[in-house]
């Protein structure tokens, strides 16, 4: 791997650990030695990303924020292109679509299974962490 690759693919693995992370303890639950445990990385390795807990769930939002409203803009795209006058009902539609809708391509694609849920923003609060992640407090 290139020195660029590598960096990116740390980035995702920690941002992909923080969302699971944060989206099954909250923030103030969450430590960085968990995320740096769920990701496979050195806790060094988070700072050098992200200055703090605080800067890694603000990337952890705007990632996620940045494909819903990817998302949003394909079908007002697809909407306003369409013959049939577009209606409030389609707008809101769009607007209020749930997470489960916008990101099921991306499950998919994750899990190879249409239906499954690996989004960790999808997680319901009840689920179990892995067991290394269990045990930290």
Known sequence: ???GEATLSNQDAILDAAERVFGV???DGTSMREIAVLAGVA???????FQNKEALYTAVFERRSTKVNEYRRAQLVKLLQAKEGAGLEELFGI???PYEQ???????EASGEPGTSSDP???PLGIELPPEIRTLT
């Open 43 to 49: 806790q060094a390795l988070l700072y050098y990303h």
């Open 102 to 108: 916008i990101f099921a391509e991306e499950r998919q």
């Open 25 to 27: 303890r909250g923030y």
């Open 95 to 97: 607007i209020l679509a």
């Open 121 to 123: 923003i999808l997680i």
């Open 1 to 3: 791997k290139l020195h």
